[in-house]
């Protein structure tokens, strides 16, 4: 099946206080809201006109890029194949900043957003504060039917499994190992989100700083052996999770997915605790000291 998606583009998430949540992605995030209008809080962080969104609302979105409106007419009829009704909406695209939209709800309850033409900008993004974020890397889905979103996001949209963690399973849509990743859970929306750092020791300083503060990560500081990423995710509003990433591998080109078991040794190699119920809720694994044990 050809690809249709050309970019992992925004989450938008519903919250009890977008304004804290705002707060929140530029304290932590390094973030800039760009936007308060309409209800709705967006955040900059790199070229793009925004990458994440808070709203009063219940919603939960990811937005996926497609190259053109063709592009949005072929998804509409591959969904229709799978059984899925989507549908064209411009007053939700004019909110979204893009030129059209298709939205339509997996099977395991998660919505998804595919845009044509979405805004970029013309002037430089300044952080909120210098932390070496390069910009949206990944997102994490809590779903109740991962098989059955794989094979949606597989054969209607293009994108690849990377890898698979149990049932769980890594979705790749450029160069990159994955872009988004479907977890079995009881729930369903968005789990996590992840933004990229330059390098390892900028994820490092923001471990230190979460610690100074008080604060121990749901996960982290790791490495995933799927993907190679260091990693370190914390907790955010409503729920949420998010995090930051660094370094990774590319897989070959035609690598195949392998298969990992559903355990602590799948989701970090450097056996760091996880309070995160999708990723197990792991102590550290056995004859593999945490982090903060090593340096002790």
Not at 11 to 18: E, I, K, N
Not at 281 to 291: D, E, S
Request: aromatic fraction near 8%.
């Amino acid at each position: 099946m050809s690809k249709l998606i050309e970019q992992l583009r925004y989450v938008h998430l519903g919250s009890r206080d977008p304004e804290a949540a705002a707060r929140f992605a530029e304290d932590r995030l390094g973030l800039r809201v760009v936007s308060r209008e309409d209800g709705q809080w967006l955040l900059r962080g790199d070229g793009r006109a925004y990458c994440l969104a808070f709203s009063a609302s219940r919603t939960q979105a990811v937005g996926l890029q497609v190259r053109d409106e063709q592009a949005l007419d072929l998804a509409a009829e591959r969904l229709a194949a799978h059984g899925i009704a989507a549908r064209r909406d411009d007053a939700l695209a004019a909110r979204r900043l893009a030129k059209a939209l298709l939205a339509f709800t997996l099977p395991g309850g998660v919505e998804v957003e595919l845009v044509a033409r979405p805004l970029d900008q013309g002037w430089r993004f300044f952080p909120s504060r210098e932390i070496g974020q390069q910009g949206l890397a990944d997102v994490a889905l809590r779903s109740t039917r991962v098989a059955e979103d794989e094979a949606v996001l597989v054969d209607a949209l293009g994108l690849r499994v990377s890898d698979w963690v149990g049932d769980a399973a890594y979705l790749a849509l450029d160069a990159a190992h994955h872009r988004l990743s479907l977890h079995p859970s009881p729930a369903t929306g968005v789990l996590a989100v992840e933004f990229q750092l330059d390098c390892l020791d900028q994820m490092m300083q923001a471990w230190y700083r979460l610690r100074d503060a008080g604060q121990a990560p749901a996960h982290g500081p790791g490495r995933r052996p799927t993907s190679g990423q260091a990693f370190l995710a914390f907790d955010g509003p409503d729920a949420t999770y998010f995090g930051f990433v660094a370094e990774g591998r590319v897989p070959a080109e035609g690598e195949r997915p392998r298969q990992f078991a559903p355990d602590a040794a799948s989701y970090c190699t450097w056996g760091s605790e996880c309070r995160i119920a999708e990723y197990g809720a792991q102590a550290p694994v056995r004859g593999r000291p945490h982090l903060r044990e090593v340096g002790a």
